[in-house]
């Protein structure tokens, strides 16, 4: 079984930047790719970003490109996502995913097995 622990959520003004961290637990982690969801109130969930085991290859949601960078220490079994330049419109629940099925579909969070508990992310005006 895999655990998934998220934290760094916050309150921050536009402009400003936060960094999320998602602990995994087992030897599941090994393999896998990992993403990032979010969800505003009243929305759908959304993808923000995936990268893969090896960190080589990383998928952004065009909302997010050049502002957001995901990224994994393997050794830690921790994958981060830096948020610089926040907007407003970037208020959410935050979602750490784990993939263990295949390397491909990952801005599907149907192709995840695994989900943290989430973290507020406010970004005011």
């Known amino acids: 079984q895999v655990q998934l622990v998220v934290s760094g959520g916050g309150l921050v003004q536009a402009g400003g930047s936060l960094r999320l961290s998602c602990a995994a637990s087992?030897?599941?982690?090994?393999?896998?790719?990992m993403g990032w969801f979010r969800q505003a109130p009243g929305k759908e969930r959304e993808f923000v970003a995936a990268?893969?085991?090896?960190?080589?290859?990383?998928y952004y949601a065009d909302s997010v490109k050049d502002r957001f960078t995901i990224s994994r220490d393997n050794a830690k079994n921790m994958v981060y996502l830096q948020m610089n330049s926040l907007k407003p419109e970037d208020t959410a629940v935050y979602f750490c995913?784990?993939?263990?099925?295949?390397?491909?579909?990952?801005?599907?969070?149907?192709?995840?097995?695994?989900w943290g508990q989430g973290t507020q992310v406010t970004v005011s005006s």
């Open positions: 087992g030897r599941a982690f090994v393999g896998t790719a």
């Open positions: 990268i893969n085991w090896s960190g080589g290859v990383t």
């Open positions: 995913a784990l993939n263990r099925r295949a390397p491909f579909g990952l801005r599907i969070g149907e192709n995840y097995d695994y």
